[in-house]
């Protein structure tokens, strides 16, 4: 079993920026990648990017050239660098990290963007 914690979220502004951070309670080289997904209320969870064991990094179009993904090894937490954020970023997100093809989810947390 894998435990995920996720922490960060929170009010902002548009324009502004917001880092999440997901503890794993493993280390993180065990997994084989973690990445970070968002629910807007009524609407289907979506993707945002993904960090493999090598480093390999992948954006969803919505969220590249404005959302960063990396870790920190030492840590076991993968962090979500939000910049330029606008209100339909508004959402809960969520952490997932797969091994030996299971999949481990966070409990969420909520990123508020107002106008």
């Known amino acids: 079993q894998v435990q995920l914690v996720e922490s960060g979220g929170g009010l902002v502004q548009a324009g502004g920026s917001l880092r999440l951070s997901c503890a794993a309670s493993?280390?993180?080289?065990?997994?084989?990648?973690m990445g970070w997904y968002r629910q807007a209320p009524g609407k289907q969870r979506e993707w945002l990017a993904t960090?493999?064991?090598?480093?390999?990094?992948n954006y969803a179009d919505s969220v590249k050239g404005r959302f960063s993904i990396s870790r920190d090894n030492a840590k076991n937490t993968v962090y979500l660098q939000m910049n330029s954020l606008k209100p339909e970023d508004t959402a809960v997100y969520y952490c997932?990290?797969?091994?030996?093809?299971?999949?481990?989810w966070g409990q969420g947390t909520q990123v508020t963007v107002s106008s």
């Open positions: 493993t280390n993180a080289f065990s997994l084989d990648a």
């Open positions: 960090l493999a064991r090598s480093g390999f990094t």
């Open positions: 997932k990290a797969n091994r030996w093809a299971a999949d481990y």
